[in-house]
Structure formats: C-alpha cells, structure tokens
C-alpha cells in the first residue's frame, strides 16, 4: 500500500509539473517582428546581382517587376519613402554557373539590453531562401521567389492583422 501511495504521488507531482511549465510556455507569447503601424507601404531592397545573372535573363528590374506585382496583389505598395526603422524587405539573387541562391529578410530597427544598457541596431527578423540549379531557366529561380514571397506575405498579413485587434 505504501508503495502504491508513493507511487501516486511521484506520478501526480509530475504530471502537475509539466502541466505547469506548459501553461507558463504558452504564457510567453513572441511578436514575429513583422508588425508595422502603415503596414500597406514597404520598402523592397534587391541585392546580389552579378554578370551570370544577366546571362540567365535575369535583370534586378525583372526580379523587382515580379516583387512589386506579388506585394500589390497584397494590397501593399513598394514605396522607397517609407521610414527605414519601420522594416524592410531584402531580396538577394545570387547565380553562379548553373546554381542560385534566393533570399528574403525582413530586417527592422530593433533595441536589445546588456548590462543594464539598450542598444540599438538593424537585425533581421524573418527570413528564408531557397537554392537550387535552373537549368538555364530562369523561370525556375522566379518561381522559387515567388514562393518564398508567398511565404512572406502571408505571415506579414497575418502579423499585422493581429496588431489591428
């Protein structure tokens, strides 16, 4: 019987315990950094472009065409005037020989503490990117973009709709 009663109360215990640190893990919610006050407007950066990029077809005027006409269908506007603090957008488009590398990086203004003193500094707060070979099609690097972007949008919408709440 003294077993069985130590038995019950090492597995209650337990069980209590972990009921508890999920409740208090659950209690910590996380901004994603993607939430902005005008949200409707963005500034697009694009980067990385090389000579071999200009051999796929691929031109920062194309990349940034298909960018700004994925946003707008979002109903959000490139606009180079916004407030840099407020976030960006960062696309990278590297080729070299038959391989790429696409990424994308909401970077923002952001305040981090350290003994007793905040600092200040541009970091990124949501990224991803895809790399791959093309075959000569550079199609396959737009789609892949496009993708990505879809990611993006999507919880760039999603952030900002609960900042609306």
Not at 108 to 117: C, E, F, L, N, P
């Given at each position: 019987m003294e077993k069985v009663c130590k038995y019950f109360i090492t597995t209650a215990t337990i069980i209590l315990t972990i009921v508890v640190l999920a409740q208090n893990t659950r209690a910590i919610e996380w901004d994603s950094g993607l939430e902005i006050e005008d949200h409707k407007r963005m500034v697009v950066f694009i980067d990385g472009f090389n000579d071999d990029?200009?051999?796929?077809?691929?031109?920062?005027?194309?990349?940034?065409?298909?960018?700004?006409?994925?946003?707008?269908?979002?109903?959000?506007?490139?606009?180079?005037?916004?407030?840099?603090?407020?976030?960006?957008?960062?696309?990278?488009?590297?080729?070299?020989?038959?391989?790429?590398?696409?990424?994308?990086?909401?970077?923002?203004?952001?305040?981090?503490?350290?003994?007793?003193?905040?600092?200040?500094?541009?970091?990124?707060?949501?990224?991803?990117?895809?790399?791959?070979?093309?075959?000569?099609?550079s199609s396959i690097i737009l789609k892949n973009l496009s993708n990505l972007l879809d990611m993006f949008i999507n919880d760039y919408l999603k952030a900002n709709q609960k900042l609306k709440q």
């Open positions: 990029n200009q051999k796929a077809g691929l031109s920062k005027e194309l990349v940034r065409a298909k960018v700004e006409l994925q946003l707008r269908k979002n109903e959000i506007s490139s606009n180079p005037i916004s407030n840099l603090e407020d976030g960006y957008l960062y696309i990278n488009v590297n080729i070299v020989g038959s391989a790429y590398n696409v990424d994308l990086e909401f970077k923002r203004k952001v305040a981090y503490y350290s003994k007793g003193r905040t600092y200040n500094a541009i970091a990124s707060v949501w990224e991803t990117g895809g790399t791959g070979t093309y075959g000569q099609d």
